[in-house]
């Protein structure tokens, strides 16, 4: 896929666009009504859980992108306030809603706690050089997360449609699902267009790369239980079979913009590593688990 040109004004009249065509989702719009409600737990349990706690935890990601880029534009503000957030938040709302329907235990997610690491990152955001490194690995991580959501919710869509779980596919799965890929553009977008401005000299390029193969994780999993969860949605929804056609949709903005002088690399090694590696972790817990229980 080629990659898009892009400019300040294109990006926002994409945020503009997004906030009025993807309000946040009504709660009152979601049918929980199901055929078979243990097959869905069954099917789902720690997809749900493991998702649902992503998708809650928003209000922290807005805590740390404060502290990670304290001079973020105006643009980036009100995608993250305005529109990102607001959606967001009625996803996990829908998803804990969900969860509560299956019986399953309620979500715990961390609302407010904001790392060593990311305030440490925030410190060195002070410096402009390594503002703009750090706003490139946001816009990065941003559009991988959000591949990575859409691609999630597509396997559940279509697994819900085959269990004739047609309600809850429509108003609860679906409806997440279509208000994804307008964040990708937005991430995709502002990584793009920060490249190509020529922003980033030769070494801060270097140093988002060095950063990015040793920061690189699934999507809300800080810590190795966390990485041990996010394997659920690999497992579960039937993604590792095909794995490295996954990642590669999950990387390409990356792999676009910081890996385009390395010919043949369609998958960065360290995206694959970490997701082959939280299926693993994911695979191992499972079989542990009903040792531990008898």
Avoid: C
Avoid at 77 to 85: L, Q
């Amino acid at each position: 896929m080629s990659t898009p040109r892009a400019d300040d004004q294109r990006i926002r009249d994409h945020v503009t666009r997004l906030g009025e065509l993807h309000p946040p989702i009504d709660p009152a719009s979601a049918d929980y009504s199901m055929r078979d409600v243990a097959a869905v737990r069954d099917r789902f349990a720690d997809v749900l859980a493991y998702m649902a706690r992503v998708e809650m935890e928003v209000e922290r990601n807005v805590l740390e992108l404060a502290v990670l880029l304290p001079g973020s534009s105006d643009v980036d503000r009100t995608f993250a306030n305005d529109v990102w957030s607001p959606q967001e938040e009625r996803h996990g709302v829908l998803l804990d809603t969900l969860v509560g329907h299956l019986g399953l235990p309620p979500v715990q997610a961390d609302l407010d706690t904001v790392s060593p690491k990311v305030r440490l990152l925030g410190a060195l955001a002070h410096l402009p050089a390594l503002h703009e490194v750090i706003r490139l690995l946001y816009y990065l991580t941003g559009a991988a997360t959000e591949r990575s959501a859409t691609i999630a919710y597509q396997s559940m869509s279509a697994s819900l449609a085959e269990m004739g779980e047609h309600a809850l596919r429509e108003t609860v799965v679906d409806a997440i699902k279509a208000q994804e890929p307008g964040h990708f553009a937005f991430y995709r977008l502002s990584a793009t267009h920060l490249v190509q401005s020529g922003a980033l000299s030769p070494w801060q390029l270097h140093l988002a790369r060095f950063l990015r193969s040793r920061t690189f994780g699934p999507v809300g999993a800080n810590g190795a239980e966390q990485r041990t969860d996010s394997g659920a949605v690999l497992v579960q929804l039937g993604l590792e079979d095909r794995i490295e056609h996954h990642v590669r949709d999950i990387a390409r903005v990356e792999s676009q913009l910081l890996w385009a002088q390395r010919e043949g690399m369609a998958v960065p090694p360290y995206a694959l590593r970490a997701f082959r590696e939280a299926a693993e972790r994911y695979r191992e817990r499972a079989t542990r688990q009903p040792a531990l229980a008898a």
